[in-house]
């Protein structure tokens, strides 16, 4: 009986020990998180911005269109209990990216609202609201390469030239956004701040020839793309042009 008691004395102890142990590594995780969560404050102001949240940083992308100041304070406030806290960035004319240090939302148990604004040199506020969802499950990253022909010339294929824009759904802003063409001499690389289109790139390349997108989001999860352009071979005399989609291994990690 004895014997028994000190095992179960023993179970117990160690089960506090990896309990104890577990909460520490979940603390690390929590706090060496290099996740962050970019919110544009130059896009549509009316609409809530989803956020499922799993530990990580809240960033800030603004475009600043006059360059008169050389700093910004923008707030970040709980609806639900009306606390706000404010934060002062030294900024510059054009793109700037800022990281709200010590926000610890690692309480949240249910969604909450939480609203992001700051006011620009000449007065104009900027806000958008946060719908930030700690059980919420991220959607899965796709990657679509939108097409927008140019100009097309199958007797000459040379003087074609066509449009492309890659398409980023699901995942984890901010994503890398890679373009990859065969023959060409180069490659394209530009991050994207959230989800949506990238800017355009623009091809002269004489069909055939494949392209190539890959996306790859702030967990390094990574979604491709590819697709053939040719000149339609059935209809020689008509300037047609067949986008074949190539399928291809998604959502990957890569390591």
């Known amino acids: 009986m004895r014997l028994i008691v000190l095992l179960a004395a023993f179970f ?35 609409d809530f911005q989803q956020i499922a949240y799993h530990g990580g940083r809240i960033g800030v992308l603004f475009e600043d269109k006059f360059g008169a100041k050389d700093s910004v ?3 970040l406030e709980n609806k639900t209990d009306q606390i706000s806290s404010s934060y002062l960035f030294r900024k510059s004319f054009g793109s700037n990216s800022f990281l709200l240090e010590n926000v610890d939302l690692s309480g949240l148990k249910e969604p909450t609202i939480f609203e992001l604004s700051l ?9 958008k609201n946060l719908l930030i969802d700690p059980r919420r499950d991220e959607l899965p990253i796709t990657a679509n390469i939108i097409k927008s022909p140019i100009n097309i010339d199958c007797q000459t294929p040379a ?3 066509i449009e492309f824009f890659s398409e980023v759904n699901g995942g984890k802003a901010p994503f890398l956004i890679e373009w990859k063409f065969s023959g060409a001499d180069s490659d394209f ?15 002269d390349l004489a069909p055939p020839y494949q392209i190539e997108l890959k996306v790859t ?4 999860i990574i979604d491709y793309q590819r697709v053939n352009v040719a000149c339609d071979a059935s209809a020689p005399n008509y300037n047609s042009i067949l986008f074949n989609l190539e399928p291809v291994n998604k959502r990957i990690i890569e390591k």
Request: glycine share 8%.
């Open 12 to 46: 117990l102890s160690a089960l506090n020990v990896l309990g104890q142990q577990y909460e520490e590594l979940e603390n690390h995780l929590r706090t060496a998180d290099t996740t962050v969560y970019y919110v544009h404050l130059n896009t549509v102001q009316s």
């Open 73 to 75: 304070q923008v707030v």
């Open 119 to 127: 006011v620009d040199d000449m007065g104009k506020s900027y806000n």
């Open 159 to 161: 003087n074609t030239v």
């Open 189 to 203: 690389k530009e991050l994207i701040p959230i989800q949506g289109y990238s800017s355009g790139i623009l091809v």
């Open 217 to 220: 989001d702030s967990c390094g």
